[in-house]
């Protein structure tokens, strides 16, 4: 005997209501950690590969550092092209600047070699003030034409896009306008063509339904160009347009008329009067910055990342659940008092803890600079990604939940929850399609998990890209004023993710609880019973039942308590009646044995007096609980042994017997003696610290009995508990049973009569789904029983007539009972003992005449009572068995070789796979159709969301978030100083002295978040000598430096229209004026709406990341069916049926290959479909099928 094994058993709470329900919790997780530390590579897998994937990002990390790019100085740029050279307040001539915009333009625009002199200008409305105005610029274009108001400009432009240069719109209110002396705040709308003509890549348009970029870059953005990043407001001409507008209207004001390069003298000679300023532009400094190239990779790609790292403990959270949930284990432990609630907590507690040590194992790995000073996340704080990354693993736990819900098979739960994850990261590519996204159709993204996740490490590495990294400070900060979108909202998304999908879990197994289960009204959650449950029924209600009176109905006894009482019990699958009208009680201190034939209705009775499956109608009281309303508290003094073993493969028996007490409310020292008790009496001492997989078929059926009748179940449910037991087994069982069943109500169900016979103190027979009769054993016996039947074995010859007028001779009114093939039997009334001797003594002397092999006399069993009791059913089986064939007229079988049995063969290989097919067709459907959804997916957003009209935008601080503008005072010889100082002060903004360059270095250097993000115009004021020839010109003029910060779009234009306004303010000695220009861009052309829809943008990095999880997932297809026949031995014995190996692998990969065959091109098709740029040539679609060759190799 095999020494007693210590066994470490979870610790133990005070009793009481909250001590039973820790220690529940408790206990459940103690079997969760024993099973699982009992598969140590599936342990190491759910920990380490997290850890391989942070170990490639490590890789990375120390092949790629960070570029240092060294500190940016700008040159000043002025607003004029050559192709206006005679305007002196734009530029002096003698400094011209070198960039031309309306030259670039005309050569880059494609197709269109209109020169400028040959372009329009249109404007609206049509007034001779505002004509005046416009004038200035016919020395530079072909034709200035005036509209009627806003709408036929846009139509004009519509109309003549190609030789339109822009559109002018003024304010409608100035169409009756007379003096534009009135006008104080002047008020222009500048519109280009909504396409640039100079476009950047991906940046085609002007961006206006913005003011930042969607995210934050390192550096200054665009850090080469000295006028501008995109959209460029120089190289496009737009600052020359406001440049010259404004200028042209302070002109018309003071009366001077440009109608031609001939009044440029009226020109000068006001600018000499009025000191007007050389404007130059200029961008802010910036000290050195590190550019992060694998920042800037990982943001967009780390959810792919993460998704492969928690893909296998997503799916073996769904495994290991469902396997629980398949093999009923999950629901013979909410029969055995398992509160649901209980149940997916200790699975929350266990995964939660696996990912959490995978989660700070990633953050050393990524957190620590291992190489270099630089780590994957150098800046950020551990603890905001810590908790990050807590509340990303708590929602893949709860969404792995929903398919443990939805499923009853594991291999199609993981399947499916495979598929699902991968495809929730979907709503983020498709937002990376997207040119805008607004922040609520982010959160809506958010809904899916790894969309959530993906945007949350856009805005981290976006953190860290800027060297700030994440921090408690900035976690609801937005990274861009236009987004919104911040840390702590994705954060707050995945706690409500974890809450809704764990909802949603319970909702569909409360709802939709599948094969085992009572499912609730869909709306169960607003009732009140559901709440506050329902009143047992008391006595009163027992008595009022009705009792059963029938002549095969033994009478009631009086003096004893009902256990279980079933009064009118029906069960339908389809239209097939498994239990019709089932009444009966079953009484304490009893055994309760059901009989009945294979299909009588016995175990689905069992299944509904226990809540796996739900009562079509009629209802059951046990312990006074109505197993309609209220299961839960019928289920707490319930024990049960299923027809098959419902076992934990990986604990031991004496484990088993502790679980299984604790769980019923015994405390762990009465567990521990139940332990002892039950290995005793049922005789496995031996097998005490074996597994439960390691035990024979006979022990597994005894460490069933033991679970059912251990923690002092009241109510006990036996399925043919003694299947598979030896005789001594069963003997050894029965003794059990009949001293156990003191205290307790137990059911039985057998196909061993003797078993009955011993056990029951109340016998029911089944037949059909109805109750046939019901008593003890002598009463059934003398119900349906006759005395004596004498059985006679019939020989070659034998003579039933002759045989029955012989024993008539006896017994005058003895009939035949039965006769078949074999045997005649007779029924022989107990009064006519005397007469027994002689009829046997002269049936044995004529034996061989009558052609009687050879004969007996017995009395009545309960086998006959059970034959008699379902003589219909058992007619109808003998009517069967009775079939006599002789040998000859079977079909003598052929055997076959050589070729033709090969053939054979792989037909059936065939064949199997077909219906295989056949009978999983959702999960083929899903095999075939996931990588072409996946090209849907992908390349479908950008057909569907179409482009939109841009809005117009202001180009004021007021879009900005507290902006600081910066001033710096030189040589200011015309007081715009103190004007530009003021404007910003009456626009309520502020405004600061300083040294705009030194500041500049030293605020990027120090706080370049800061700079971004309010640092967005500034000015310095001084004086240059100029000298211009042409009108003998000679002196020291003012010169206004106008800076502006280029990571908003629209700084530049913003900057300039301040300056202008400061001017403005100053030449008119006016405290209240302003200038105000918007820009709003004409609507997008026909050509541009057919272009976004036809063409699209590349999808090649997305396509080439996604659809390589998809064939991943194909891949997992294959494997599934070949590791399910090898589980169920289906392919060995294939092999000892005579399959060659060599035809069962070549038929496996051929069908499999036809499949995958498919696959591709039903991928190539739904890419060809689409005419993306490089899947659409034939070259293109051979480099695929030159990938598709490699992974089928």
Not at 390 to 411: R, V
Not at 579 to 584: A, G, K
Not at 879 to 885: E, I, K, M, V, Y
Not at 1019 to 1027: E, K, L
Request: proline share 4%; net charge neutral; hydrophobic share 40%.
């Amino acid at each position: 005997m095999s020494q007693k094994k210590r066994i470490k058993y979870p610790a133990s709470h005070d009793e009481g209501a909250m001590g039973d329900t820790a220690n529940k919790l408790l206990l459940l997780n103690w079997k969760n950690w024993t099973l699982q530390a009992r598969k140590p590579f599936q342990t190491t897998l759910d920990i380490l590969l997290p850890v391989l994937i942070s170990l490639l990002l490590l890789y990375l990390r120390s092949q790629v550092d960070p570029e240092l790019h060294s500190t940016q100085y700008y040159e000043p740029f002025c607003t004029a092209p050559m192709s206006i050279p005679d305007l002196p307040f734009l530029c002096p001539p003698n400094n011209q600047s070198l960039h031309d915009p309306l030259s670039m333009i005309l050569s880059l625009t494609g197709g269109n070699s209109t020169p400028i002199s040959q372009m329009s200008l249109i404007y609206s409305p049509d007034n001779q003030e505002i004509a005046k105005v416009m004038n200035v610029f016919k020395i530079a274009f072909h034709d200035v034409r005036a509209e009627k108001n806003a709408n036929d400009l846009t139509t004009a432009f519509k109309m003549n896009s190609k030789t339109t240069f822009a559109g002018i719109q003024f304010d409608d209110t100035y169409s009756n306008i007379t003096d534009l002396k009135k006008i104080k705040n002047f008020k222009v709308t500048i519109r280009f063509p909504g396409e640039l003509r100079i476009p950047n890549g991906r940046d085609s348009d002007w961006q206006t339904e913005f003011v930042y970029p969607p995210l934050q870059e390192p550096g200054p953005r665009y850090s080469n160009s000295s006028t501008g990043a995109f959209p460029s407001y120089h190289n496009e001409g737009f600052l020359l347009l406001q440049h010259v507008l404004a200028v042209s209207f302070m002109l018309s004001q003071d009366g001077v008329v440009i109608n031609g390069k001939n009044d440029i003298a009226n020109v000068v000679e006001w600018i000499m009067k009025t000191r007007f300023p050389l404007i130059y532009m200029q961008r802010f400094p910036h000290y050195e910055w590190y550019k992060d190239l694998l920042m800037e990779v990982l943001k967009l790609v780390m959810g792919v990342f993460m998704i492969l790292s928690f893909l296998y403990p997503c799916i073996n959270t769904v495994r290991m659940i469902t396997i629980e949930k398949e093999k009923q284990l999950k629901e013979s432990m909410k029969i055995m008092g398992l509160s649901n609630w209980l149940h997916w907590t200790s699975w929350f507690i266990k995964y939660f803890i696996y990912m959490f040590i995978a989660v700070c194992l990633m953050l050393i790995i990524l957190k620590i600079p291992w190489f270099s000073k630089y780590s994957v996340f150098t800046y950020s704080d551990p603890s905001v990604l810590l908790l990050f990354l807590i509340f990303y693993t708590s929602s893949t736990i709860t969404f792995s939940f929903i398919f443990c819900t939805i499923f009853s098979k594991a291999n199609r739960a993981t399947m499916v929850a495979g598929v699902v994850w991968t495809l929730t990261i979907i709503p983020y590519a498709i937002y990376l399609q997207m040119d805008s996204t607004s922040l609520v159709t982010k959160l809506l993204m958010s809904f899916c998990s790894n969309s959530a996740m993906s945007f949350a490490f856009e805005i981290i590495f976006t953190y860290e890209g800027i060297g700030e990294g994440v921090q408690w400070s900035n976690m609801f900060q937005p990274m861009s004023l236009d987004d919104g979108n911040r840390l702590g909202l994705m954060i707050m998304m995945l706690m409500l993710d974890t809450v809704i999908y764990l909802l949603v879990a319970l909702y569909i197994e409360a709802v939709f609880p599948g094969e085992y289960g009572v499912p609730l009204p869909w709306n169960f959650p607003f009732t009140m019973s559901y709440w506050r449950g329902n009143p047992s029924i008391g006595a009163d209600l027992r008595d009022s039942l009705l009792s059963i009176d029938n002549e095969f109905f033994e009478k009631e006894p009086k003096d004893l308590v009902a256990g279980v009482q079933i009064r009118n019990l029906r069960k339908v699958f389809g239209t097939k009646a498994a239990v019709e009208n089932l009444s009966m009680n079953m009484y304490e201190n009893q055994i309760t044995v059901l009989l009945g034939h294979n299909g009588a209705g016995k175990t689905t009775t069992l299944s509904m007096l226990t809540g796996m499956i739900t009562a079509t109608r009629g209802t059951a009281i046990i312990n006074g609980h109505d197993i309609r309303r209220d299961m839960n508290s019928v289920r707490k003094s319930m024990g049960i042994c299923p027809q098959h073993d419902v076992i934990f493969e990986d604990l031991t028996v004496a484990e088993h017997l502790y679980f299984y007490s604790r769980l019923k409310g015994l405390s762990k020292k009465k567990a521990v003696e139940e332990i002892e008790t039950y290995i005793e009496l049922m005789e496995l001492t031996d097998k005490r610290n074996a597994k439960a997989s390691t035990l024979s078929g006979g022990m597994k059926r005894k460490l069933s009995v033991c679970v059912a009748l251990c923690g002092n179940s009241k109510v006990v449910m036996l399925d043919e508990p003694t299947s598979g037991m030896d005789p001594s087994a069963r003997r050894a069982l029965w003794d059990l049973l009949l001293k156990q069943k003191k205290g307790r109500t137990i059911l039985l169900t057998t196909h061993f009569m003797d078993e009955a016979d011993v056990l029951g103190d109340r016998i029911a027979i089944m037949a059909e789904g109805e109750l046939k009769c019901c008593g003890s054993s002598f009463f059934l016996k003398k119900k349906y029983g006759a005395g004596y039947i004498m059985t006679i074995a019939k020989g070659p010859n034998c003579d039933e007539g002759k045989i029955t007028t012989l024993l008539k001779t006896f017994i005058r009114e003895l009939e035949i009972n039965t006769n078949t093939d074999s045997e005649l039997t007779y029924l022989l009334p107990e009064n006519r003992v005397n007469v027994f001797e002689a009829m046997l003594t002269q049936l044995e002397g004529e034996s061989s005449n009558l052609g009687v092999q050879s004969y007996g006399i017995s009395l009545t069993t309960l086998e006959d009572v059970f034959m008699k009791v379902g003589a219909d059913h058992t007619q109808e089986l003998n009517n069967h068995q009775d079939l006599s064939l002789e040998d000859d007229s079977l079909p003598k079988p052929i055997y076959t070789s050589g070729i033709r049995l090969i053939k054979n063969q792989c037909s059936a290989m065939f064949l199997k796979k077909y219906k295989a097919i056949q009978r999983s067709w959702m999960l083929w459907i899903i095999h075939l159709c996931l990588p072409p959804l996946f090209v849907i997916l992908i390349m479908a957003p950008s057909r569907i969301i179409g482009i939109n009209d841009l809005p117009a935008m202001p180009l004021t601080l007021d879009k900005y978030h507290d902006p600081v503008t910066l001033v710096e005072s030189g040589d200011d010889l015309g007081g715009y100083y103190d004007s530009f100082k003021k404007l910003i002060q009456w626009k309520n903004h502020n405004v600061t002295d300083g040294a705009i360059i030194s500041d500049m270095i030293r605020l990027t250097r120090d706080t370049p978040n800061l700079v971004y993000k309010h640092y967005i115009v500034g000015a310095s004021f001084n004086s240059n000598v100029i000298q211009v020839p042409k009108y003998n010109v000679i002196m020291k003029w003012p010169t206004i430096n106008v800076w502006f910060n280029n990571d908003p779009y629209h700084s530049p234009a913003t900057a300039l229209s301040l300056a202008l306004s400061a001017v403005f303010r100053k030449i008119k000695s006016c405290s209240d004026c302003d200038i105000q220009f918007t820009n709003d861009p004409f609507p997008f052309s026909d050509e541009t709406q057919v272009n976004q829809i036809v063409k699209g943008e590349s999808r090649g990095q997305q396509l080439a990341v996604y659809l390589t999880c998809a064939f991943a997932f194909t891949s997992c297809f294959y494997t599934m069916f070949l590791i399910k026949e090898n589980t169920c031995k289906s392919r060995h014995l294939q092999f000892v049926a005579g399959v060659k190996i060599y035809v069962f692998w070549i038929m496996n990969f051929l069908c499999d290959f036809a499949t995958y065959l498919v696959i591709c091109l039903l991928t190539l098709i739904t890419l060809v479909s689409f005419q993306e740029d490089g899947y659409k040539t034939v070259e293109d679609l051979s480099t695929y099928t030159d990938i598709v060759d490699d992974r089928i190799c």
